[in-house]
């Protein structure tokens, strides 16, 4: 991105608020954990940090609290909340949902340079669950995004690609990955990623990789909640 008198510049020459900058630099601290569960966001602070009034701070606020990643409470301010474990289980449900359509919406449009580079980061992946020394459950969950955001890139329906980020950015306020309380997932979470990409190479129907989609995202939820008991 570039500045300009009007603000902030995308590499598309498409015109980026300082809300959207704002928004944007608050959540990256919550997603890399500077910004933990309870903290307090200071609007004043955050806004000479970034070079800008309070204005599109306070903006950027308002966004992340619908979104449920911030609170505000009288005489206190916005503070960053964590994710109750029914959240959790409701944003994963629908992110299965969401995920597994637009995948599957998006498939016909991935291209082979598009699946060179989801095999790549696919391979990383494999490479760090083979290795107990090179295991790193935060970095693997950022991995894992960056595989779905490929086969996500040429998205056909803004509402549902919007629907799919809001899930990530909800379970982004963990602070924590999935993997970390079942590391064992991972293993075949990779697997899952490779029967994915070759479900969009051979042109399947829409409906068997968005049923692949759907799963591979519930699977990851079963795993979790039979690790703490919840699953019959």
């Not at 980020?165 to 490779?194: C, I, M, Q």
């Amino acid at each position: 991105m570039r500045r300009t008198d009007i603000g902030t510049v995308g590499l598309a020459g498409t015109p980026v608020s300082k809300a959207d900058r704002a928004y944007q630099a608050i959540l990256e601290g919550i997603r890399d954990q500077r910004h933990e569960p309870g903290d307090r966001l200071v609007l004043s602070q955050i806004a000479a940090e970034l070079g800008m009034s309070v204005v599109p701070v306070r903006e950027a606020i308002r966004r992340l609290q619908s979104e449920k990643l911030v609170a505000y409470e009288r005489n206190v301010g916005a503070t960053v909340v964590g994710i109750d474990p029914v959240e959790y289980r409701h944003t994963m449900e629908t992110l299965a949902l969401v995920e597994g359509f637009s995948t599957a919406q998006c498939a016909p449009h991935v291209t082979a340079e598009d699946l060179s580079a989801a095999r790549e980061v696919n391979a990383t992946m494999r490479a760090m669950t083979a290795s107990e020394k090179a295991w790193d459950p935060v970095a693997f969950t950022e991995l894992n995004r960056r595989f779905h955001s490929i086969l996500f890139e040429h998205h056909q329906n803004e509402h549902v690609h919007d629907l799919v980020h809001r899930g990530w950015n909800r379970l982004a306020a963990l602070r924590s990955s999935t993997f970390a309380y079942v590391p064992g997932r991972a293993v075949a979470s990779v697997d899952e990623h490779e029967h994915l990409l070759r479900l969009i190479e051979d042109g399947a129907r829409f409906e068997e990789i968005e049923a692949a989609a759907r799963a591979h995202r519930l699977n990851t939820l079963h795993a979790y909640l039979a690790h703490q008991g919840e699953l019959s």
